[in-house]
């Protein structure tokens, strides 16, 4: 599995926009970039997904650099709901696409 | 829906003793999946099935065995518990487990071994 680093913690303000860094430079071509996150003591929830383009749901924004060996999850307001450990995992179409790999993440202290 | 559940939310075992961590989906979900989550660290992969009657061995699955007799439930069965295992069980579940599906993840079943 291609690896993806991420820093180990980052700090916001609420109500400020957040821009959590992530650096996959050994990513394939069919690689998908997806991020989860986990709330304090609860399982992971699925937050955002992309290939090349940049992505957008209700939750936040993804974007892809144009030689995608970095992307950036933006998250638009912190709330503080949003205090989590955020990870980015990379997922192959062509392998053992059933496993999610989780690293150590990034822990997003939100401060009021 | 209920989403995915797991029952206990705590459990503490002796050395040697054996147990089973419910894990019930309500979404007609083929994929389910069981990881386990250490201190300060990510999750990893214990066993995981494609289908009722389907199952097949993560990254760390000595210890642990599993079955799928039903769509709906994947229970996670320790044979003889060691301290090794203390850690928080998460189980997982999506459509199909393809690489679009959202995971969806239960609470989380905190196990303790002395």
């Known amino acids: 599995d291609a690896k993806t680093t991420q820093p180990n913690s980052m700090e916001s303000n609420e109500e400020e926009p957040v821009h959590l860094p992530c650096n996959h430079s050994t990513i394939s071509g069919t690689d998908y970039i997806h991020w989860y996150r986990q709330l304090p003591s609860q399982g992971p929830e699925y937050v955002i997904h992309?290939?090349?383009s940049n992505v957008n749901n209700r939750m936040a924004s993804l974007a892809i650099a144009e030689d995608r060996k970095s992307s950036t999850l933006i998250l638009h307001r912190a709330t503080l709901r949003d205090a989590a450990v955020y990870y980015c995992?990379?997922?192959?179409?062509?392998?053992?696409?059933?496993?999610?790999?989780f690293g150590k993440g990034t822990l997003l202290t939100v401060n009021p | 829906n209920a989403g995915v559940t797991q029952t206990p939310k705590f459990q503490v075992l002796k050395t040697g003793q054996s147990m089973t961590l419910q894990c019930a989906q309500d979404m007609n979900h083929e994929y389910m999946s069981w990881y386990r989550q250490d201190p300060g660290m990510g999750l990893r992969l214990i066993h995981y099935?494609?289908?009722?009657?389907?199952?097949d061995q993560g990254e760390v699955p000595n210890g642990y065995n599993v079955s799928r007799s039903t769509t709906e439930d994947f229970p996670l069965r320790l044979l003889s518990a060691a301290p090794s295992q203390t850690s928080v069980y998460f189980c997982?579940?999506?459509?199909?487990?393809?690489?679009?599906?959202?995971?969806?993840f239960g609470p989380g079943t905190r196990l303790t071994v002395l």
């Open positions: 997982a579940s999506s459509y199909s487990g393809r690489l679009g599906d959202t995971q969806y």
């Open positions: 995992i990379l997922r192959d179409p062509v392998g053992s696409n059933y496993k999610l790999t």
């Open positions: 099935s494609v289908g009722a009657g389907i199952t």
């Open positions: 992309g290939l090349t």
